[in-house]
């Protein structure tokens, strides 16, 4: 990063912007809690999927924002419903793994600003950035 062409005048506001790059923002819509669990069969053999495919996209499109591997994911996903008070699990990282194969995730080009918030609704995940 080069040396900035203007000096900063406004210390304060400066720092506050600074401090502000780190603030993210997760909503988790009411109908995307009710759709968290799968309630209906596949349609092949076997038991049916614990998770629907709204929890196993938001996991997916949270491990590609984050970068995080899916151990890790897991635990980020818990601690998130644990902070937010929640009454829901992540999928185990085997099942994400499985599941990442057949669920078909719309991925959006990345965003030219910083990330500043994360929406999960029963549609699907949105994340939203500067000028967006």
């Not at 502000?20 to 076997?46: I, M, N, P, Y």
């Not at 997916?60 to 601690?79: D, H, P, T």
Request: charged share 25%.
């Amino acid at each position: 990063m080069g040396k900035s062409i203007r000096k900063i005048v406004n210390w304060k506001q400066y720092n506050q912007a600074l401090v502000s790059r780190g603030s993210l923002t997760f909503w988790v819509d009411e109908a995307a809690v009710k759709a968290w669990h799968c309630h209906e069969h596949h349609g092949g053999r076997g038991r049916r999927f614990s998770y629907s495919d709204v929890a196993i996209e938001t996991a997916l499109i949270v491990k590609g924002i984050f970068n995080l591997s899916l151990r890790a994911l897991e635990g980020f996903l818990n601690s998130l419903f644990t902070l937010m008070s929640l009454s829901l699990k992540s999928s185990d990282y085997t099942s994400i793994s499985k599941r990442a194969k057949t669920v078909n995730i719309k991925y959006r080009n990345p965003s030219r600003g910083s990330i500043r918030h994360v929406v999960v609704d029963a549609t699907g995940q949105k994340v939203f950035g500067e000028g967006e």
